[in-house]
């Protein structure tokens, strides 16, 4: 298949466009998501391409976006809408909660609801307290949904990809921080552009990436590393920091998670280190500690260890001092490797 | 310095009465029936304003169908019509003792209400999509929905449709034209638009009709759809059943005192029709006024359908605790049965033997259907199969579910 350097906003495009080329189910709508083609620019041209009535703009309403989604997904289509902003998902929440989530469910499976919810989320933009939030774990939660987060180009096509051809509600959070370029969670230096990453390589043509399964980013023996989105690569970098071995497993999807993926890692290499932008506290740090403690207990060589967003409101000023980098995942690992029984 | 105003104070609205109180509707103004003007379906919204304030009735006091609203409906037609309703009413009078009996955790009557769903449901095709509250039923069943699985589900037994995942009301029935019902009010307001919305991106012929109470007007969605409904122009008819009471709450704690529910459309340049919701003539006029309206392309309507919810909110709530005791015998639109058997008696249609026997024949077919889902268990005496419990909460199972299912050992 022929590919194409591709950032993240480009592959996310080109995956919307691939489908509503193959499928007139497909439509997308949002918010400055038509004639504009979204504020991050990944539905651009897509009204032009496809007609006004298959990508348009739609009212200032997150709420009504997403239950006329629903409407449509009951009808048959297979609508992708976009949320601004993350941040800006809770009054859709009682839509996404209540109702997608549990369509198929409480009508005995009459209805579905095969809605795609895209968002922009995460900080490292300097966006503040409501441009940079973290809420996936407030829909990990809902039985009956998806919660997608790709870290890279390759990986956030054919995750969408899927997303949009799965008969379930997901929720597709996008790393702001990565649409443009990798992070290394260094921000005071350079980070490379995309198009010297191998993962930017991105088929032209559709193909899909199985919701479920995580990546290995890098093998290692010492420490197991679970990130996604942002934090991927920022687990990189940490690593490379401590000149620890450690395998950085990147989850994609964390409904349905690929449990077998990270139980085979950690049992390898015995120790476990959680990193992920949002606050600690009931994140969704919490529900992997859980598991690995429940599926790997017997091999721990070490406490396992998060790496965290703090548990205050996202700040404007102290971003650097909020988000997790690179120097927080090397003493996480540090602290694992020496605390070992 | 001493200030020569008055300090503030705070309304909040009450009703015109409370238990003890005699019912009081003086400040109800109606038109009387035939007294308002049917425009062309075309008529710009702003054009027909006057339409949210005053009400559409078509049977007057002597029981004729008088006015341009009068829809001319063939005597079978209003026949099929009483016959539902009666039956809609004996299915609930059988549920609501049913669940004194301790055969169901809990009911919801329409009483009073009957001629909105039935009406509304006879005038819209199975193609079209409902999206109703849980005091549609009566849609169900002028459609000839089996009275056994409705029970099946009431009772969560080995038989319910939707095996034992929802409240024992809330149906869900896509062959009949019925989406699933939430108990989240409001929600499907938007979703009808989105559904109807859909509709009209595939070219296709379809429409969409949603409810919500008066009470839940208040709520975001109702606001969002309203919008929406506008903006794209979607074939839909969106329904306020303004029935006075949302549990406990009158109308004019949802905002009911500073206008009427139909006028909430004007604010967003959608056409609104207030009706007589307890005149089954009217209802189905205006209906038909929005459906020709939404199908020709020219988009949405908003019906506000003035009736009054005669029983209880629900099997758990106590009217006697909130409002004049007999306030629904008071009610100045009367009943919708009565009032429709009145116009089919003045027409030559029925006779007061027919209705006996009709009534007779409604608890008949609703003792029978009892029978049948009763044999099948009631609540407790049999379920789906617990393994239920873990399907269709996605596509396929994931890994957890089917942990969690073996460990229940299933």
Same mark, same amino acid.
């Given at each position: 298949m022929t590919t194409a350097p591709m950032n993240m906003i480009q592959a996310l495009n080109s995956a919307i466009d691939t489908k509503m080329a193959e499928d007139p189910n497909v439509l997308s709508f949002g918010e400055d998501a038509g004639y504009f083609g979204g504020v991050f620019r990944v539905t651009d041209q897509l009204q032009q391409k496809h007609g006004l009535t298959r990508s348009f703009d739609a009212p200032i309403s997150e709420c009504g976006i997403v239950a006329a989604a629903i409407g449509m997904g009951a009808y048959g289509l297979r609508p992708v809408v976009e949320i601004q902003f993350a941040d800006y998902i809770y009054p859709a929440y009682d839509q996404i909660v209540s109702e997608a989530a549990k369509m198929r469910y409480r009508s005995g499976g009459q209805f579905t609801s095969p809605i795609t919810i895209r968002s922009p989320y995460g900080g490292g933009i300097f966006g503040g307290q409501t441009h940079s939030q973290s809420p996936e774990s407030l829909f990990t939660h809902i039985a009956g949904l998806k919660v997608v987060i790709p870290s890279n180009p390759y990986d956030a096509k054919g995750l969408l990809t899927a997303a949009i051809e799965d008969d379930d509600p997901v929720v597709f959070f996008e790393p702001k921080r990565l649409y443009n370029g990798p992070f290394d969670g260094w921000h005071e230096k350079p980070v490379s552009p995309w198009k010297t990453q191998e993962l930017a390589q991105v088929p032209t043509g559709k193909y899909v990436e199985p919701i479920g399964k995580a990546r290995v980013m890098r093998e290692g023996s010492d420490v197991t590393i679970l990130a996604y989105g942002t934090m991927v690569w920022v687990a990189l970098a940490g690593a490379e920091h401590a000149g620890v071995d450690a395998e950085v497993i990147d989850l994609r999807t964390l409904v349905p998670l690929d449990i077998e993926t990270i139980e085979a890692s950690v049992k390898k290499t015995g120790r476990c280190v959680i990193v992920h932008e949002a606050p600690k506290t009931s994140g969704f740090g919490g529900e992997l500690s859980a598991l690995v403690q429940e599926r790997c207990f017997y091999h721990l060589e070490a406490p396992i260890a998060r790496v965290t967003g703090w548990d205050? @409101?996202? @700040?404007h000023a102290f971003e650097w001092e909020y988000f997790p980098g690179p120097q927080r995942v090397a003493d996480a690992l540090k602290a694992v490797m020496s605390g070992g029984r | 310095m001493m200030k020569n105003t008055p300090t503030l104070s705070l309304r909040v609205p009450e009703p015109s009465g409370r238990p003890g109180d005699a019912p009081d509707f003086s400040h109800l103004q109606f038109d009387p029936a035939g007294a308002v003007s049917r425009p062309e379906v075309s008529t710009a919204p702003y054009e027909m304003r006057d339409h949210a304030f005053r009400l559409v009735r078509v049977l007057d006091d002597e029981g004729q169908a008088v006015g341009p609203w009068d829809p001319k409906l063939d005597p079978e037609v209003l026949r099929r019509g009483l016959k539902a309703m009666i039956l809609t009413r004996a299915f609930d009078e059988r549920m609501h003792r049913a669940h004194r009996q301790g055969k169901t955790s809990f009911y919801m009557k329409c009483t009073g209400e009957e001629a909105i769903a039935v009406a509304q449901g006879m005038i819209l095709s199975r193609e079209d999509m409902g999206f109703p509250t849980y005091r549609q039923q009566g849609l169900l069943i002028a459609r000839g929905y089996p009275l056994a699985s409705m029970m099946n589900q009431i009772y969560s037994n080995a038989e319910d449709p939707i095996k034992g995942? %929802?409240?024992?009301?809330?149906y869900s029935a896509k062959d009949y034209g019925f989406f699933t019902i939430s108990g989240n009010l409001g929600t499907q307001v938007p979703q009808a638009v989105g559904w109807a919305m859909a509709s009209a991106y595939k070219g296709d012929d379809k429409i969409a009709i949603s409810w919500i109470g008066d009470g839940a007007t208040a709520e975001g969605d109702f606001h969002n759809a309203l919008t929406f409904a506008a903006v794209y122009r979607a074939p839909v008819i969106l329904n306020v059943v *303004? *029935? %006075?009471?949302a549990i406990s709450s009158f109308m004019g704690i949802a905002g009911g005192l500073e206008t009427t529910f139909a006028a909430k459309a004007i604010g967003y340049g959608l056409p609104a029709l207030r009706v007589d919701g307890n005149d089954f003539l009217a209802v189905w006029a205006a209906t038909q006024w929005a459906e020709e309206r939404a199908r020709t392309n020219q988009g949405a309507t908003v019906i506000e359908l003035f009736t009054y919810r005669g029983a209880p909110h629900s099997t758990s709530d106590d009217p006697s605790r909130y409002r004049p005791g007999d306030e629904h015998e008071k009610w100045p639109l009367g009943d919708p049965i009565e009032r429709l058997k009145q116009h089919l008696i003045v027409l030559g249609e029925w006779s007061d033997e027919l209705q006996v026997e009709a009534e007779k024949d409604a608890v008949e077919q609703v003792r029978a259907a009892g029978k049948e889902s009763e044999a099948i268990g009631t609540l407790g005496q049999s379920r789906p199969s617990v393994k239920t419990m873990f399907e269709e909460v996605y596509a396929t199972e994931d890994w957890r579910l089917v942990e969690q299912r073996r460990e229940v050992g299933v």
């Amino acid at each position: 298949m022929t590919t194409a350097p591709m950032n993240m906003i480009q592959a996310l495009n080109s995956a919307i466009d691939t489908k509503m080329a193959e499928d007139p189910n497909v439509l997308s709508f949002g918010e400055d998501a038509g004639y504009f083609g979204g504020v991050f620019r990944v539905t651009d041209q897509l009204q032009q391409k496809h007609g006004l009535t298959r990508s348009f703009d739609a009212p200032i309403s997150e709420c009504g976006i997403v239950a006329a989604a629903i409407g449509m997904g009951a009808y048959g289509l297979r609508p992708v809408v976009e949320i601004q902003f993350a941040d800006y998902i809770y009054p859709a929440y009682d839509q996404i909660v209540s109702e997608a989530a549990k369509m198929r469910y409480r009508s005995g499976g009459q209805f579905t609801s095969p809605i795609t919810i895209r968002s922009p989320y995460g900080g490292g933009i300097f966006g503040g307290q409501t441009h940079s939030q973290s809420p996936e774990s407030l829909f990990t939660h809902i039985a009956g949904l998806k919660v997608v987060i790709p870290s890279n180009p390759y990986d956030a096509k054919g995750l969408l990809t899927a997303a949009i051809e799965d008969d379930d509600p997901v929720v597709f959070f996008e790393p702001k921080r990565l649409y443009n370029g990798p992070f290394d969670g260094w921000h005071e230096k350079p980070v490379s552009p995309w198009k010297t990453q191998e993962l930017a390589q991105v088929p032209t043509g559709k193909y899909v990436e199985p919701i479920g399964k995580a990546r290995v980013m890098r093998e290692g023996s010492d420490v197991t590393i679970l990130a996604y989105g942002t934090m991927v690569w920022v687990a990189l970098a940490g690593a490379e920091h401590a000149g620890v071995d450690a395998e950085v497993i990147d989850l994609r999807t964390l409904v349905p998670l690929d449990i077998e993926t990270i139980e085979a890692s950690v049992k390898k290499t015995g120790r476990c280190v959680i990193v992920h932008e949002a606050p600690k506290t009931s994140g969704f740090g919490g529900e992997l500690s859980a598991l690995v403690q429940e599926r790997c207990f017997y091999h721990l060589e070490a406490p396992i260890a998060r790496v965290t967003g703090w548990d205050t @409101p996202y @700040p404007h000023a102290f971003e650097w001092e909020y988000f997790p980098g690179p120097q927080r995942v090397a003493d996480a690992l540090k602290a694992v490797m020496s605390g070992g029984r | 310095m001493m200030k020569n105003t008055p300090t503030l104070s705070l309304r909040v609205p009450e009703p015109s009465g409370r238990p003890g109180d005699a019912p009081d509707f003086s400040h109800l103004q109606f038109d009387p029936a035939g007294a308002v003007s049917r425009p062309e379906v075309s008529t710009a919204p702003y054009e027909m304003r006057d339409h949210a304030f005053r009400l559409v009735r078509v049977l007057d006091d002597e029981g004729q169908a008088v006015g341009p609203w009068d829809p001319k409906l063939d005597p079978e037609v209003l026949r099929r019509g009483l016959k539902a309703m009666i039956l809609t009413r004996a299915f609930d009078e059988r549920m609501h003792r049913a669940h004194r009996q301790g055969k169901t955790s809990f009911y919801m009557k329409c009483t009073g209400e009957e001629a909105i769903a039935v009406a509304q449901g006879m005038i819209l095709s199975r193609e079209d999509m409902g999206f109703p509250t849980y005091r549609q039923q009566g849609l169900l069943i002028a459609r000839g929905y089996p009275l056994a699985s409705m029970m099946n589900q009431i009772y969560s037994n080995a038989e319910d449709p939707i095996k034992g995942r %929802q409240l024992p009301i809330m149906y869900s029935a896509k062959d009949y034209g019925f989406f699933t019902i939430s108990g989240n009010l409001g929600t499907q307001v938007p979703q009808a638009v989105g559904w109807a919305m859909a509709s009209a991106y595939k070219g296709d012929d379809k429409i969409a009709i949603s409810w919500i109470g008066d009470g839940a007007t208040a709520e975001g969605d109702f606001h969002n759809a309203l919008t929406f409904a506008a903006v794209y122009r979607a074939p839909v008819i969106l329904n306020v059943v *303004n *029935n %006075q009471w949302a549990i406990s709450s009158f109308m004019g704690i949802a905002g009911g005192l500073e206008t009427t529910f139909a006028a909430k459309a004007i604010g967003y340049g959608l056409p609104a029709l207030r009706v007589d919701g307890n005149d089954f003539l009217a209802v189905w006029a205006a209906t038909q006024w929005a459906e020709e309206r939404a199908r020709t392309n020219q988009g949405a309507t908003v019906i506000e359908l003035f009736t009054y919810r005669g029983a209880p909110h629900s099997t758990s709530d106590d009217p006697s605790r909130y409002r004049p005791g007999d306030e629904h015998e008071k009610w100045p639109l009367g009943d919708p049965i009565e009032r429709l058997k009145q116009h089919l008696i003045v027409l030559g249609e029925w006779s007061d033997e027919l209705q006996v026997e009709a009534e007779k024949d409604a608890v008949e077919q609703v003792r029978a259907a009892g029978k049948e889902s009763e044999a099948i268990g009631t609540l407790g005496q049999s379920r789906p199969s617990v393994k239920t419990m873990f399907e269709e909460v996605y596509a396929t199972e994931d890994w957890r579910l089917v942990e969690q299912r073996r460990e229940v050992g299933v």
